[in-house]
């Protein structure tokens, strides 16, 4: 079947793209981690170039101060509280009908990162810490897919594609002489928690996020054209206030280093083995408690439990989640149930109140 590509004219004009260029990136499959401000730029620029399929994945909903800087939402998805990868995926639709989003209103973990990313060509990074880049990084690695890294904060944003070492080393871009060092090559752990600025103590300027998204999208535009000597072989730094802009190389890191990752192929992050239960949100008084996926475990009942709590507060529900206005102790909570069993309690910035608030009002 031959599909018309007039709309995407002006793009295979570019020399390395043409119609040939077009075609892949129509049969091509990406996974988005996060729908916040990078993400909703990058889907939003996938979409409009014309990428067949988009996997999009985010835990949250939309508020008012995310509007500032995610381009995909508007006030009405405030009102109505619509989780940001379902919002996402309707707005999509609107732009480029062709393109088929998979919306996924969940935490990227350990647990299902690789079924994200089953059938996926490239994974693209919108996600605001660094526990889940090093699991979207060892997924990458392991299966073989290129990972486009980005972050921004305050009015510096970093970003980087990462074509990884195979363990066959058979790989387009490895036979292209393209293969870089992967993200634990460069950086071997981590940041502890409370030694990076977040976006809740640091801000964030809407135009460091698009600039760094749309880094991201052109390097996985070159990925899935093929165009492995045009992807970017340096870490790219820029802040955007002092006018700085800085490129790393960083293919010693591969050459001289010992990587657990990509040339141990010891996948820690996969494994479970670093990753936590409770997440502090990134620009957010909130926390999320996760529940272990446990198949046998009962659903919650959301009719039951909105009646229960409306003792303390309005509740509102929707077939997504339910919220309820809580006040404990003189303290006031914000909780919000998704239904793969996730909480997000707002409010409180500790792990062990979000804890005992949940236990109080949900249960353990
Ligand atoms: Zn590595």
């Not at 590509?5 to 981690?33: N, T």
């Not at 070159?222 to 730094?237: D, E, F, H, I, R």
Request: net charge neutral; aromatic share 6%.
């Amino acid at each position: 079947m031959s599909q018309d590509l007039s709309r995407y004219h002006r793009q295979m004009l570019i020399p390395g793209f043409g119609e040939e260029g077009q075609r892949k990136l129509l049969g091509s499959k990406v996974l988005v981690l996060g729908c916040g401000a990078l993400g909703t730029v990058i889907a939003n620029l996938l979409a409009r170039a014309g990428v067949g399929h988009l996997v999009v994945v985010d835990r949250d909903f939309i508020e008012l101060t995310n509007l500032q800087r995610q381009v995909l939402f508007d006030e009405q998805d405030v009102t109505d509280a619509i989780p940001k990868a379902e919002a996402a995926r309707r707005k999509i639709a609107k732009i480029n009908s062709q393109v088929k989003v998979t919306a996924v209103i969940d935490d990227v973990n350990h647990t299902n990162i690789e079924k994200l990313a089953e059938g996926c060509d490239a994974i693209v990074d919108g996600v605001d810490n660094f526990e889940t880049r090093f699991l979207a990084n060892d997924c990458a690695v392991k299966h073989g897919l290129p990972y486009i890294y980005g972050g921004a904060v305050g009015t510096v944003g970093m970003t980087y594609a990462i074509l990884p070492h195979t363990e066959r080393g058979d790989s387009p871009w490895e036979q292209a002489g393209a293969a870089t060092p992967c993200l634990r090559c460069i950086f071997e752990q981590a940041p502890p928690p409370g030694m990076n600025p977040t976006c809740e103590t640091a801000g964030v300027l809407s135009p460091a996020v698009s600039i760094i998204s749309s880094y991201e999208v052109n390097e996985t535009l070159k990925v899935l054209t093929g165009n492995w000597s045009a992807v970017c072989p340096t870490m790219l730094s820029i802040d955007i206030w002092a006018n700085t802009v800085k490129q790393f190389k960083v293919k010693r890191a591969y050459d001289v280093g010992e990587c657990a990752c990509c040339k141990k192929r010891n996948f820690e992050h996969l494994a479970g083995l670093l990753s936590s239960a409770t997440t502090t949100l990134c620009g957010r008084n909130a926390v999320q408690l996760s529940q272990p996926k446990d198949a046998a475990a009962p659903k919650l009942d959301f009719e039951e439990l909105a009646q229960r709590l409306r003792a303390h507060g309005p509740v509102t529900a929707s077939k997504f989640m339910l919220r309820a206005d809580i006040k404990d102790n003189g303290a006031e909570y914000e909780l919000t149930l998704f239904t793969d069993g996730r909480a997000i309690v707002k409010g409180t910035k500790e792990p062990n109140t979000a804890k005992s608030i949940y236990a109080k009002y949900v249960g353990a």
